[in-house]
Nanobody, 120 residues
């Protein structure tokens, strides 16, 4: 079984920083694009940032210049460094990855999510 496990969420004040990590585990042959998404209460899940296996990145306009996505391919881990956090960044953050397991075809999988709360 392949799974993604996020960590690093929490409660911070506006202007502070927080770092998230997401590690993939299981019988994995390769991982393609990895990304972070978030969902606030009453809102749809939205893209935060993605990074390809060659480390090409893409960001939502709302986080450009404040958030940085990175990955460690050797550890099957993706990170999200969040700086200058704002109350509107408050949401449940989910990790997503395109994984090729050794027992099947490539598929997108989701982590269980981690809560980020930014107080004003």
């Amino acid at each position: 079984q392949v799974q993604l496990v996020e960590s690093g969420g929490g409660l911070v004040q506006a202007g502070e920083s927080l770092s998230l990590s997401c590690a993939a585990s299981g019988s994995i042959i390769s991982i393609g694009v990895m990304g972070w998404y978030r969902q606030a209460p009453g809102n749809q899940r939205e893209l935060v940032a993605t990074i390809t296996s060659s480390r090409s990145t893409n960001y939502a306009d709302s986080v450009k210049g404040r958030f940085t996505i990175s990955r460690d391919n050797a550890k099957n881990t993706v990170y999200l460094q969040m700086n200058s956090l704002k109350p509107e960044d408050t949401a449940f953050y989910f990790c997503n990855a395109l994984v090729t397991p050794d027992w099947g075809t490539s598929r997108f999988i989701w982590g269980q999510g981690t809560q980020v709360t930014v107080s004003s």
